[in-house]
């Protein structure tokens, strides 16, 4: 048994074995819900006075509203977009967080490493054989941006019709999963799940 288990620790990590231990990594990195004290902070400052000079602001200037607080403290506020938008039907409010506005982790922060992680673009990035990577560029952080820029345009067209403002929801884990529709839709076609492969690319002549 002893030999079997040294034999085992001897053979090279599997493609499997490297995804188990990815996603422990994950697990002890991500980041933990905000604490109660975290959000009563933000609640000293979301029903203050400067908060309330920042609402009539908005009543008053406005048209497009973005915020990327954190996650939970903005909800119960007068500075939500569903209390804003009572009083201001045609205002345009995008939400941009870190895992979206509904789902088990909801109310958990982010960042742009974090989430190359948690969506699978580290497992694909990289030589083979190789440990995973992070893209160099904050793809994450500039793609939520944009998804963030297409769901406002989207929002003032309809606006342009119908009068009405709505409120955008985009998500930084989102976008990761977006950058990975290539390898998803590899998956569900073959079954096999891709592993880095540097510059190669099985859909098309490697460059």
């Known amino acids: 048994m002893k030999a079997d288990a040294a034999m085992k620790d001897m053979l090279p990590e599997t493609l499997e074995e490297k995804i188990d231990r990815l996603i ?24 203050s006075a400067e ?17 990327n607080v954190k996650p939970g403290s903005m909800e119960k506020s007068i500075l939500s977009g569903s209390r804003l938008r009572q009083e201001k039907p ?23 490493p974090l989430m190359q992680a948690f969506g699978g673009i580290m ?15 904050a793809v994450i952080d500039i793609g939520s941006g944009m998804w963030a820029v297409i769901g406002i ?15 955008v929801d985009t998500s930084l884990y989102e976008t990761a999963i977006a950058w990975m529709t290539i390898q998803i839709a590899g998956y569900l076609s073959s079954g096999e ?15």
């Open 24 to 47: 422990a990594t994950i697990a002890r990195l991500a980041p933990r819900e905000p604490e109660a004290a975290d959000l009563a902070a933000a609640d000293c400052f979301v029903w």
């Open 51 to 67: 908060a309330g000079r920042l609402k009539q602001f908005i009543l008053d200037q406005a048209d497009i509203v973005i915020q």
């Open 90 to 112: 045609s205002l345009i409010y995008c939400n941009l967080g870190a895992f979206g506005a509904r789902g088990p982790l909801s109310r958990r922060p982010g960042y742009d």
């Open 123 to 137: 497992s694909v990035t990289g030589e083979a054989d190789g440990n995973p990577v992070r893209v160099g560029p």
């Open 153 to 167: 345009l989207a929002a003032i067209h309809r606006r342009s019709t119908t009068g009405e403002g709505c409120i």
């Open 193 to 207: 799940v891709r592993p880095p492969m540097g510059s190669a690319i099985p859909e098309i002549v490697p460059h």
